[in-house]
């Protein structure tokens, strides 16, 4: 069945012949700027943890990793050192947060491992030593990933393609305390190249994977059985040299996708958003007229930020009350 953001009879396969609902939201996007930013570089970008907003910069002069409360944007701390030591960052991954436990943990792609820092500690220690909360194969790397418990990491996995000699990606499932990975065993036979972002949404036990590459989203369960998948109008099994979807979020009962359609040597980033429901209906697209480096999600306060590439402004966000409450 084709259609704008309806599904089929079997609920496997939603083909989107449009996505033409656009609004222009690029008036309301504010900057973030708080004056107690350390100073980051341009390659510096926000993501949100439990009650953080944290600012990753893998090229700082100084530390890498600063963090502020979400809800008051008071500046809490900073962490991270650059460099090949004991409890220094070679190549900076994903950061998370363990509430119950009051870390912030840290993946250290080049040392394939996690490090883990006492949150009260690096408030009012400055050269605060982390320890190393788990160390993983470096031909299985939790590329991004939302943890919810040392059991439980949801997100996009990269995996040694040795016939290939290369590093795919897929969504997946990390068990931190034992090192286990599983990807979902659902892709689609004839594409070339597999890069992927993800998001999890807890309240909807969904788990969202988009495709870089192509323009297919796949939509599975907690256990990572496909519910269904999206096919949109530049789909392509053959594929079209086009980047596709940036990053992904979850909001409420809805997804949010940054995406861009463009040629990829024309190295243009996404300007807009696709929202979709939890079924996989699309509902519209929103411009913010910037090029979007990365997106991350303030679902309690209802706020999306942006990570920029744009020599103007770096951070913004865009206040989602009203417009898709």
């Known amino acids: 069945m084709v259609g704008c953001g309806n599904h089929n009879e079997s609920g496997e396969v939603i083909i989107q012949s449009k996505r033409n609902n656009l609004i222009d939201l690029s008036f309301q996007v504010r900057e973030f700027n708080p004056d107690e930013l350390p100073m980051s570089s341009s390659h510096a970008y926000l993501q949100v943890h439990d009650d953080f907003l944290i600012v990753k910069d893998h090229r700082a002069v100084g530390k890498m990793i600063h963090l502020f409360n979400k809800d008051t944007w008071d500046y809490v701390g900073s962490a991270g050192d650059i460099g090949q030591g004991p409890g220094e960052i070679s190549n900076l991954g994903s950061v998370a947060i363990d509430a119950l436990k009051g870390l912030l943990l840290v993946t250290d792609l080049?040392?394939?491992?996690?490090?883990?820092?006492?949150?009260d500690s690096i408030m009012v220690v400055a050269d605060y030593t982390p320890h190393v909360r788990v160390k993983f194969e470096n031909t299985t790397i939790p590329v991004s990933y939302q943890y919810l418990t040392d059991t439980l990491s949801y997100?996009?996995?990269?995996?040694?393609n040795f016939e290939r000699n290369t590093m795919a990606q897929m969504a997946g499932i990390w068990n931190m305390?034992?090192?286990?990975?599983?990807?979902?065993?659902?892709?689609?036979?004839?594409?070339?190249?597999?890069?992927?972002?993800?998001?999890?949404s807890v309240d909807n036990q969904i788990l969202i994977e988009c495709n870089r590459y192509y323009d297919l989203i796949n939509v599975f369960d907690k256990d990572l059985n496909l519910k269904f998948r999206i096919k949109g109008p530049q789909w392509s099994v053959n594929g079209d040299n086009k980047r596709?979807?940036?990053?992904?979020?979850?909001?409420?009962?809805?997804?949010?996708?940054?995406?861009?359609?463009?040629?990829?040597?024309?190295?243009?980033?996404?300007?807009?958003?696709?929202?979709?429901?939890?079924?996989?209906?699309?509902?519209?697209?929103?411009?913010?007229?910037?090029?979007?480096?990365h997106l991350t999600i303030d679902e309690e306060n209802g706020l999306i930020y942006f990570t920029f590439a744009d020599e103007v402004m770096q951070f913004g966000y865009l206040d989602l009350k009203g417009i898709l409450d």
């Open 110 to 119: 080049g040392g394939s491992r996690v490090l883990s820092y006492d949150i």
């Open 244 to 293: 596709h979807f940036g990053d992904v979020v979850c909001y409420k009962d809805k997804f949010i996708a940054a995406y861009a359609g463009y040629d990829y040597d024309k190295q243009q980033y996404a300007k807009q958003c696709h929202v979709f429901s939890m079924n996989g209906d699309y509902l519209m697209t929103f411009n913010v007229g910037k090029n979007i480096w």
């Open 155 to 160: 997100g996009v996995i990269g995996y040694a």
């Open 177 to 200: 305390s034992t090192g286990e990975v599983i990807t979902h065993k659902h892709e689609l036979a004839g594409l070339k190249v597999f890069r992927v972002s993800c998001a999890y």
